[in-house]
């Protein structure tokens, strides 16, 4: 495939249309052969070279000059990602990459009080932000330009970069213990045995000497639990991760604290605990932490609001659902998808389109719940391209459930028969038995509708879906396993899920007391 092609259709389609606005930038030509090139290769079909050749030049065929168009737009692309990097960095790093570009071209032109002026910036920016391998380049450069009325004394500015060499030489050791810890968790996930992360983590930690600094520096903790988290969100394995990365918060802020340049850090280990909390059933407990976590975003972590508003607000939603707060979560979630000062990413708002179908679905407002699936015109190719075929699967599995409701069994058949031949290659792994078999069971459930709160069905029911314990059982699974116990008590949708959460509940506070 081609590479500028592939590169290109990794950006957002936002990106896409600000990049063709970027590249007319230069309005020296009328027609520019570079955006015609953007534009050919923006089209799904995949051109050959010589097509694309005979497309640019039809008169006269240039394979020189559409190479050379080629590099010209490749460095529209890299310009123009460099910059979108560099608004949206939230580590300091580009404004202070700015500030030693901008002393270097003053030093240039020899106005070396100023360029002076721009080191010393770029020096307290970097200090503050703890981005210590650039603040080694800052004093590298003041110790080259040292030569100079302006400069600060030698000896002080090299007794600096060695004090911070120390700390950039950790942040290098804490690069090396992620990667080496990032390896064997994931060899460990492979091979399905035991996830001790807690005991490689301290192992590698203890190689490195970086068991003091993990509580001292919030952005190598973040780092860490980072690694971590995604081992456990694979395995699924939530319950040992709760009260380790609980533990190592406390140890942190009970500890050294985090400073306003932490802030990010603190918000994202909040929303992790927040998280895990939530997908182990403590609702009540993720509630506490998301409004610790909202309490930094109204205050010293204002500049992360954007960011994180989103996050909180889909994770605020799940947990006012399971604490029987359903119009609560309708609020919300209307409220950031009308809120016209977020602006939400493609993701955030199919999430926030798909989460908040739910919440009315179970309110019992199936039209409603139906009008707003149908306003996702978007295919389910190019969804899966966006948010992955487990989000389109449950989008799916949604609409199945919800034409169900709505009287529509012709339509539910169709879906039924789609959703078997689209996933069929998925139904012999073990994580997704159980779809398989709900689907069987919502086959009976439109054939023989007379038998659903039979005793035998519900037997039927019980042997066929694969369930250890609903403490143990994922919150997605357990909803959907709700709308079909509701069809066998014939009970409402949300009454029974509440039920089962209140089940799930009194397993958890059982076990917690053991």
């Not at 030049?57 to 394979?63: F, K, S």
């Not at 000497?209 to 456990?232: F, N, T, V």
């Not at 509708?449 to 143990?472: G, H, I, R, W």
Request: proline share 2%; net charge positive.
């Amino acid at each position: 495939m081609d590479d500028l092609k592939l590169t290109i259709e990794t950006l957002p389609e936002e990106d896409r249309k600000e990049l063709a606005t970027f590249i007319r930038r230069q309005k020296k030509k009328k027609t520019r052969k570079d955006l015609e090139l953007y534009k050919l290769l923006l089209q799904q079909k995949s051109y050959t070279s010589e097509q694309l050749i005979q497309l640019l030049y039809p008169e006269e065929p240039n394979a020189v000059a559409y190479y050379a168009l080629r590099k010209r737009l490749q460095r529209h692309l890299t310009d123009f990602i460099l910059l979108k990097r560099m608004e949206e960095d939230i580590t300091a790093a580009s404004p202070i990459n700015g500030l030693l570009s901008l002393a270097n071209y003053l030093f240039d032109v020899r106005i070396d009080r100023l360029a002076w002026a721009q080191l010393r910036k770029a020096e307290k920016l970097a200090q503050a932000n703890e981005q210590y391998g650039l603040l080694n380049t800052v004093y590298n450069l003041q110790i080259e330009k040292a030569d100079n009325e302006f400069a600060d004394p030698l000896e002080q500015i090299i007794e600096k970069r060695n004090q911070n060499k120390l700390i950039a030489d950790e942040d290098e050791r804490a690069n090396i213990a992620s990667s080496i810890i990032n390896l064997r968790l994931r060899a460990v996930r492979k091979q399905g045995s035991g996830m001790h992360f807690d005991r490689i983590i301290q192992e590698v930690l203890r190689t490195y000497d970086l068991s003091e600094a993990i509580s001292q520096r919030p952005s190598l903790l973040y780092k860490l639990m980072s690694i971590a988290r995604s081992a456990i969100l694979a395995r699924k394995d939530f319950l040992s991760f709760e009260p380790y990365i609980i533990s190592k918060y406390k140890e942190a802020e009970q500890g050294h604290g985090f400073k306003k340049a932490h802030q990010y850090y603190k918000i994202s280990l909040l929303y992790m605990i927040a998280h895990v909390l939530y997908r182990n059933k403590k609702f009540e407990q993720s509630v506490h932490y998301l409004q610790q976590l909202h309490a930094c975003m109204a205050t010293e972590g204002k500049s992360h609001a954007a960011l994180f508003m989103p996050r909180y607000t889909f994770l605020m939603v799940a947990n006012q659902v399971f604490l029987n707060r359903n119009d609560d979560a309708i609020k919300l979630m209307e409220h950031l998808l009308g809120n016209n000062k977020i602006n939400l990413s493609t993701k955030d708002q199919l999430t926030a389109q798909l989460g908040l179908s739910f919440n009315y679905f179970a309110g019992g407002a199936y039209s409603k719940a139906n009008r707003l699936l149908l306003s996702i015109k978007r295919s389910d190719k190019w969804c899966e391209e966006k948010m992955g075929r487990e989000w389109v699967l449950k989008k799916k599995l949604g609409e199945l459930i919800l034409q169900y409701e709505l009287g529509n069994e012709d339509l539910v058949q169709n879906k039924l028969r789609a959703l078997e031949r689209a996933y069929k290659d998925l139904w012999d792994e073990p994580m997704y038995r159980n779809v398989k078999h709900y689907l069987e069971l919502i086959r009976l459930l439109l054939e023989h509708p007379e038998q659903v709160s039979k005793p035998a069905f519900v037997q039927l029911v019980d042997n066929t879906l694969e369930f250890t314990t609903f403490k143990q059982t994922d919150l997605a699974a357990m909803s959907f396993y709700a709308w079909l116990k509701s069809k066998m008590l014939q009970k409402p949708y949300y009454d029974v899920l509440m039920e089962l959460t209140k089940s799930a509940y009194e397993e958890q506070a059982q076990s917690d007391s053991l």
